[in-house]
């Protein structure tokens, strides 16, 4: 929606406005890319028609999704440069294929792939046991990962540290949306924002001594097995050119003590 409706714009202000978004001056973004502050400020103000060239070097420089990249390129009268294939295209099956290998490789520890909007695209099984208890609406297809691990009737009424753990997701959801002026990542961050908020109530004390304030936020996740205490990393494709591929992001879990570890490989030994 947003991306048609930015099309009607002139090229000029789209690239102003994602230079104040990455709060760059012109002569900042002039200096980046490589040209004079007076041709870009002529490129801004519509004085100045840029090539296509131009519009994908400073849309480099300023880190601009593949997505909108192509809305330049179509306010500014040029084709889109960056196919968008849907998940079943053939042509990116052996992009989809490593994302399999990643999550059965990282199985007995928790793995995901999620799209641009946090929804689940694929989990290996060792996601299926931290599910339990979540409300089986939650779980219908689109799942949303943030929605199930936020929502009172999904992960959050198990997860100790609530509070750390929900400024930590709203924290990374707010730098996507200040990357990508995506609405509809707008829309979700006021719906988690007006979900009930963690109470007062002390968490349970890990089931062993854990500090890992100084390294990484860990969710603490209550089970029937026991307290599992885990950290997460992200794993993108280091160099696409479909968009589709491009917003495909893996959400990998590791256990943040032996114990967790443990757990982890017993409940894999069960299924």
């Known amino acids: 929606m947003q991306s048609m409706a930015m099309t009607a714009r002139p090229v000029g202000d789209q690239l102003r406005e994602w230079r104040l978004r990455r709060r760059m001056s012109q002569l900042d973004l002039a200096l980046e890319a490589d040209i004079s502050a007076r041709h870009l400020s002529f490129v801004e103000t519509g004085r100045s028609s840029p090539s296509r060239e131009m519009l994908l070097h400073l849309a480099e420089q300023l880190q601009i999704p593949l997505r909108e990249r192509n809305v ?50 694929e989990a290996n099984e060792a996601i299926r046991p931290l599910l339990a208890g979540v409300a089986s609406a939650l779980l219908q297809p689109p799942v949303n990962v943030l929605r199930l691990s936020l929502h009172p009737d999904g992960l959050a009424p198990r997860i100790a540290d609530l509070s750390e753990w929900r400024a930590h997701l709203l924290s990374r ?26 109470t007062s109530a002390r968490p349970p004390a890990p089931s062993v001594p854990i500090n890992h304030a100084e ?9 029937q097995a026991g307290m599992l205490n885990l950290f997460s990393t992200t794993t993108v494709f280091g160099t696409p050119v479909d968009v589709t591929l491009a917003e495909l992001a893996i959400e990998a879990f590791f256990p943040a003590d032996q114990h967790s570890a443990e757990m982890l490989r017993a409940a894999q030994a069960r299924t």
């Open 173 to 198: 959801l707010r730098h996507q949306i200040d990357l990508t002026a995506d609405p509809v990542l707008v829309s979700l961050m006021e719906e988690l924002q007006a979900l009930p908020g963690p």
């Open 215 to 223: 390294v990484f936020v860990p969710m603490r996740l209550a089970t």
């Open 72 to 121: 330049l390129l179509v306010s500014a009268g040029y084709a889109p440069v960056f196919p968008e294939r849907a998940l079943g295209d053939p042509a990116l099956q052996p992009a989809l294929g490593a994302v399999e290998l990643v999550l059965k490789g990282h199985e007995p520890y928790p793995a995901l792939a999620v799209d641009r909007h946090w929804v689940l695209i």
